[in-house]
């Protein structure tokens, strides 16, 4: 299963009761966006990769079409002898997560030119 979100397509939730706070929910949002990508809506992509090894190049194919500024992926199934060079490529940041036992783990890939850390 794939997800593709666009920033400009995100809605403020129930929590927010009133149509001032909402408008200027709506609007933070946007300025984090333009300031993150330059005016150019942010693009999240979240895979359930199933086992990230066996489908490296379809992965890579779904990057390569969608060009997600951010890459959530879940069910990862790597481990810490994977080296992030055997998977990854160098035009994005990866942070894992891997599970010491069979299956599970989750990542995070951003672009590199997105100011990120782990906090």
Known sequence: M??????????VGPMFKSTAQASAKKECVAATVEHISE???????QVNC???????IEFWSLIDTYNPDVVIGTEAWLSEE????????DDYITFRRDRCS??????????????????
């Open 2 to 11: 794939t997800s593709i979100l666009i920033s400009r397509e995100v809605e």
């Open 39 to 45: 005016g150019k809506p942010l693009v999240l992509l």
């Open 50 to 56: 199933s086992s990230i090894c066996n489908k490296i």
């Open 82 to 89: 994977i080296n992030n060079v055997e998977v990854f490529r």
């Open 102 to 119: 069979r299956g599970g783990g989750v990542l995070i890939c951003v672009k590199n030119y997105t100011d990120c850390r782990v906090l």
